[in-house]
């Protein structure tokens, strides 16, 4: 079974903290991916990543970072939080050329 | 560029009752299609997925989807529902080697005795 954890499943930060969300998979998967998750939106992509130091801007990118130093792991930056940023976090991974996107169990962040 | 449009928010009905879950997309291009499943303070499940072939894919728990090219659609239905059944839907459209994802806002599906 594919496995893909996230480091926290709440998290709280004040306004101007910096927020790392770590992602794991232990599949040896090349693609992996960022999304947040709000009420009535769905699921919107932030960035994701085809291989190792490699990334490509999501639809919602603004705000956020994103680091892939090793292939197993996908890291979210929140360089400076944001009220706007309370939000459930969900990272996915998928082989490459595959269809199938797996999802880790979200983290939920609310900035205060 | 694509979207996925699921008109229903939510739909609340009784167990062994049928369902039926909308989704319309829009694409220039040939697409792929997926009903994804959110249970209760977990992650997301793949359900089904249309990627060729026969336009009626169904998922191991009862659930099943039709590919409407015509009417750019891909409904889920289930004949009779259980409570476990309740969760967030969501239908999500992909084009050519699966790169993106595009995800409707989701249907929430509650099933009541």
């Known amino acids: 079974d594919v496995k893909v954890t996230q480091s926290s499943r709440y998290l709280v930060k004040r306004t101007g903290e910096k927020v790392f969300l770590e992602c794991v998979q232990d599949m040896d998967h090349e693609n992996m991916f960022w999304y947040r998750q709000d009420p009535g939106l769905g699921l919107r992509l932030i960035y994701f990543?085809?291989?190792?130091?490699?990334?490509e801007k999501g639809d919602i990118p603004e705000g956020y970072s994103v680091s892939r130093e090793k292939k197993e792991r996908f890291s979210l930056i929140l360089e400076s939080a944001s009220t706007n940023q309370t939000s459930m976090y969900l990272c996915?991974?998928?082989?490459?050329?595959?269809?199938?996107?797996?999802f880790g169990p979200g983290t939920r962040l609310l900035v205060l | 560029a694509q979207s996925v449009t699921q008109l229903d928010s939510q739909v609340p009905v009784f167990e062994e009752a049928p369902v039926e879950l909308r989704c319309n997309y829009s694409?220039?291009?040939?697409?792929?299609l997926f009903w994804y499943v959110q249970y209760p303070n977990q992650g997301l499940q793949l359900l089904l997925k249309?990627?060729?072939?026969?336009?009626l894919v169904e998922s191991i728990n009862g659930f099943e989807a039709e590919f409407n090219k015509s009417q750019t659609s891909f409904h889920l239905r289930k004949p009779s529902v259980h409570i476990s059944d309740t969760a967030e839907y969501f239908c999500a459209v992909s084009v050519l080697s699966f790169q993106k994802l595009v995800f409707g806002t989701g249907t929430r599906l509650l099933v009541s005795p």
């Open positions: 996915a991974s998928r082989l490459g050329g595959q269809e199938t996107q797996y």
């Open positions: 990543s085809y291989d190792v130091k490699m990334k």
């Open positions: 694409s220039s291009v040939s697409v792929y």
């Open positions: 249309y990627l060729s072939g026969s336009t």
